[in-house]
């Protein structure tokens, strides 16, 4: 989890994100393979909070998702933090954007690090809905789309409006996006292409005011120091025993 928040708290540093990934994945499948090694049903107090941080890393990944609920006992399956990784997985699977946005808000800290890999996905996601289910020429107010996606300001919505190809306006002062279809293809968005023709998505910047801010300024080790029991604690100190006085 330290690898978790190092990325997704401090710097989104794209280099690393391969390695932390695999790190992480390694971390998450030998926990798992500890606790199926102690029987279906064994208790582990933590148990749940893992299985939906280990959902929601593999959310890309359907096929291993379903495969490992049916390990589950029904018991694990609906505690909250199993339910809240499976409502996104459902968000997911169903290109429900707006859904998914919800679940990023109510998300904790931890959980909204594992979410944010995947936001550029639903935006874009979320784009082409918006292109195909408004009329020719409309315009969407960028204030309420910059709520719905989860953009941390006006730069931020305007400049992804712009790597779709969408017109602001009005050009000086931009307070909508002309949802033109012409920014479609036979194949979905007509995004930019690098050299080798594939399709350039759009960056995702730090989300310093929807995820960074739920650390509430505390340093990682004392966000996951909370729920992690100590294994030695401190013995409880003996207060000494008055002398009995002498008759």
Same mark, same amino acid.
């Given at each position: ?9 401090? &710097? ?5 994100a391969q ?10 499948? $030998? ?6 090694? @102690?029987?279906?049903?064994? @208790?582990? #107090? ?12 593999? +959310? ?23 339910? =809240? ?6 968000? /997911?699977? $169903? ?5 998914? =946005?919800?679940?990023?808000?109510? *998300? !904790? ?9 995947y936001v @550029?996905?639903?935006?874009? *996601? ?8 408004? @009329? ?5 107010p960028l204030? &309420?789309?910059?709520?719905?996606? +989860? ?8 400049? =992804? ?18 949802? &033109? ?9 007509? /995004?930019?292409? !690098?050299?080798?023709? +594939?399709?350039?998505? #759009? ?18 080790? !004392? ?7 100590? #294994? ?6 003996? $207060? ?8």
């Amino acid at each position: 989890l330290s690898v978790c928040l190092s990325v997704c708290v401090e &710097d989104f540093v794209a280099g690393h994100a391969q390695q932390n990934g695999e790190q992480l994945n390694n971390l998450l499948k $030998t926990l798992h393979g500890q606790y199926f090694r @102690g029987g279906r049903d064994c @208790g582990h #107090p933590h148990r749940a909070e893992f299985v939906g941080y280990f959902v929601l890393f593999q +959310l890309g990944n359907g096929g291993e998702v379903a495969k490992y609920l049916q390990k589950l006992p029904r018991a694990l399956l609906e505690e909250p933090q199993v339910v =809240f990784a499976l409502s996104v997985w459902s968000a /997911l699977r $169903t290109s429900n954007y707006a859904k998914f =946005f919800r679940l990023l808000r109510r *998300a !904790d800290l931890l959980q909204a690090c594992l979410l944010h890999r995947y936001v @550029g996905e639903v935006r874009l *996601a979320a784009a082409r809905r918006l292109l195909r289910s408004h @009329g020719p020429r409309a315009q969407y107010p960028l204030e &309420d789309l910059s709520e719905l996606l +989860l953009f941390e300001d006006d730069e931020d919505v305007c400049a =992804f409006c712009g790597h779709l190809g969408l017109s602001l306006v009005p050009p000086s002062e931009p307070g909508a996006v002309l949802l &033109d279809p012409a920014a479609m293809d036979n194949n979905g968005l007509s /995004l930019p292409r !690098d050299k080798n023709g +594939l399709s350039i998505p #759009p960056s995702v910047r730090h989300m310093a005011r929807w995820i960074e801010v739920k650390a509430a300024g505390k340093a990682p080790a !004392d966000i996951c120091r909370p729920s992690c029991p100590n #294994p030695n604690p401190s013995p409880a100190p003996v $207060t000494p025993r008055p002398a009995p006085l002498l008759p």
